[in-house]
């Protein structure tokens, strides 16, 4: 097993879209392998392929506790099936160092998926962290990031410029001279 090198935003890699995984052998267990050594380095969760620079559909999780034994879960070309209603909560993700705010998401699904040896699985989950888990490492299989599921896109904003991943954060107090006597300002 090898850990492999996190790909960060605003990384291109991270906007594209994975291709279905037709051979399960060896390069496929191993990929699987490395990536969780990877995640559990990076006390994460789940990772896709994406996020380690492989545009195949393959993503791992593990929601058991620290104090719980390792239940790491493969998805090989997951595809939700079945959803419904409605959760928010906060998220992180690996290629968004120490960035978190409120997303939304399912709050029920169904996830179709293959295992490592190929065969076709089913796994629902409903207003838990597993549910939450699989929804954002899908998200990165088609290319989409959590920025795009805020509840609030100011608050992802100010998130990711906090973080320099947005560039300079703008001092409105330094850039707006206000006229000497003058003490309030009309917005319109």
Same mark, same amino acid.
């Given at each position: 097993?090898?850990?492999?090198?996190?790909? !960060?935003?605003? %990384?291109?890699?991270?906007?594209?879209?994975?291709?279905?995984?037709?051979?399960?052998? %060896?390069?496929?267990? /191993?990929?699987?392998?490395?990536? !969780? $050594?990877?995640?559990?380095? @990076?006390?994460?969760?789940?990772?896709?392929?994406?996020?380690?620079?492989?545009?195949? /559909?393959?993503?791992?999780?593990?929601? %058991?506790? =620290?104090?719980?034994?390792?239940?790491?879960?493969?998805?090989? @070309?997951?595809?939700?099936?079945?959803?419904?209603?409605?959760?928010?909560? @906060? =998220?992180?993700?690996?290629?968004?160092?120490?960035?978190?705010? $409120?997303?939304?998401? /399912? %709050?029920?699904?169904?996830?179709?998926?293959? @295992?490592?040896?190929?065969?076709?699985?089913?796994?629902?989950?409903?207003?838990?962290?597993?549910?939450?888990?699989?929804?954002?490492?899908?998200?990165? !299989? =088609?290319?989409?990031?959590?920025?795009?599921?805020?509840?609030?896109?100011?608050?992802? =904003?100010?998130?990711?410029?906090?973080?320099?991943?947005?560039?300079?954060?703008?001092?409105?107090?330094?850039?707006?001279?206000?006229?000497?006597?003058?003490?309030? !300002?009309?917005?319109?």
């Amino acid at each position: 097993m090898a850990k492999l090198q996190l790909v !960060l935003y605003p %990384s291109d890699t991270l906007n594209q879209k994975t291709k279905k995984i037709t051979r399960f052998d %060896s390069a496929t267990r /191993r990929l699987a392998q490395d990536m !969780l $050594e990877t995640m559990y380095a @990076n006390n994460g969760v789940g990772l896709a392929a994406p996020q380690v620079g492989v545009l195949k /559909r393959m993503m791992v999780i593990d929601v %058991s506790g =620290e104090d719980e034994p390792r239940k790491p879960t493969v998805f090989i @070309n997951p595809e939700i099936i079945e959803s419904s209603g409605e959760m928010t909560g @906060n =998220e992180g993700c690996l290629s968004f160092p120490g960035v978190f705010f $409120e997303v939304r998401r /399912r %709050s029920r699904i169904v996830v179709k998926f293959q @295992n490592l040896a190929g065969k076709e699985q089913k796994l629902a989950a409903a207003d838990n962290l597993l549910c939450r888990a699989i929804q954002h490492e899908l998200d990165h !299989l =088609e290319g989409q990031l959590f920025v795009d599921k805020a509840v609030s896109k100011l608050a992802a =904003e100010l998130e990711l410029s906090k973080n320099g991943l947005l560039g300079e954060t703008i001092d409105i107090a330094q850039t707006v001279k206000i006229p000497a006597g003058e003490t309030e !300002l009309m917005f319109g």
